[in-house]
């Protein structure tokens, strides 16, 4: 081989290399992705076990990827961070999250599913009223949608926040504490709460009626819903059709879910009966609901500055 041929060849493998570069380079580029954090119940997780979303994104070149997180603080802190792009909570965690500044807008909620939270005790407790929590200790998962219930219902009964003793625990750990008798009251929500009625005969001192409107968000980041309309609105309208399904089939969205939280279909049944079904964007008068509990936060303590719940609400064309 003459030095000119190397030469020629030795050009010829650069010219290659570079343009299988830039191929890659494209093609990376044309990889999208949208990273969805979901707990172990609600239309998220249903959501993703039908594989809607996924056929509603591919012909924008979307993948999907799904992370599943204990409760709604833990989410919301991945969220914050940029590690997920949207996902679901219930009141109170895009309070505590909006108040440490994360960058998360109100996408669309659920309706109201009050009788889906309650405080619990032991079907053998003394406890009978929530009045009778004064001086007690409550489990609850900190910034949860039940501590906004806690808060409420101990108001109601004229009984001081800081006259009980807060437990803040997951859900897992709050139930062994529950049954150990570690604490004296409970507050969680469903499929939790199905399960922990089934399994303890454990008493509902007080649920969210006339308390508690026990909403869901599905929030996302402001990156992704300014740069991103196009794939919001697929995911919005994935879950709204998920939704019209388990409305027309709980009994097999129970059985669908069962594998996933580990929980029997007929205690999923029951939990599934008090949800709420229909993705909207927030009216004026959820947004007021929601207002009033971060104020209520605010007045106690538990977020360190006032905040706009509005300011962090997706602006929707009319």
Do not use: C
């Amino acid at each position: 081989m003459t030095r000119r041929m190397l030469t020629r060849l030795t050009a010829m493998a650069a010219v290659v290399k570079l343009l299988l570069i830039a191929g890659f380079g494209a093609a990376a580029a044309d990889d999208k992705e949208i990273r969805i954090g979901y707990q172990k119940y609600g239309t998220l997780v249903l959501l993703k076990g039908t594989g809607l979303l996924e056929e509603a994104l591919a012909p924008q070149g979307y993948q999907v990827t799904w992370t599943e997180f204990a409760a709604g603080p833990q989410l919301l802190e991945a969220l914050n961070v940029g590690a997920i792009d949207l996902g679901s909570t219930g009141e109170a965690p895009p309070i505590f999250a909006q108040a440490a500044g994360a960058p998360l807008v109100y996408v669309a909620h659920e309706p109201p599913a009050p009788k889906g939270e309650a405080i619990l005790v032991p079907k053998d407790s003394p406890i009978a009223s929530v009045a009778d929590l004064a001086g007690k200790k409550v489990a609850l998962n900190k910034g949860s949608n039940v501590h906004y219930l806690l808060v409420e219902a101990l108001a109601q009964a004229g009984v001081a926040y800081d006259a009980i003793e807060p437990v803040f625990l997951p859900p897992a750990d709050a139930r062994a504490a529950f049954e150990q008798g570690a604490v004296d009251a409970w507050a969680i929500w469903d499929p939790f709460l199905a399960a922990a009625e089934a399994a303890t005969g454990a008493r509902t001192l007080v649920n969210g009626e006339g308390l508690v409107a026990n909403h869901q968000f599905y929030l996302a980041t402001q990156k992704f819903v300014a740069e991103q309309p196009a794939a919001l609105e697929a995911v919005l309208a994935s879950l709204a059709e998920t939704d019209r399904w388990v409305q027309r089939n709980p009994a097999a969205a129970a059985e669908q879910l069962a594998p996933s939280v580990k929980i029997p279909a007929t205690i999923l049944a029951v939990a599934l009966a008090r949800q709420s079904y229909g993705v909207t964007p927030l009216s004026e008068p959820v947004i007021a609901r929601q207002q009033a509990i971060a104020d209520a936060f605010h007045k106690l303590g538990l977020i360190p500055q006032p905040i706009s719940i509005a300011a962090a609400v997706r602006k929707v064309q009319s």
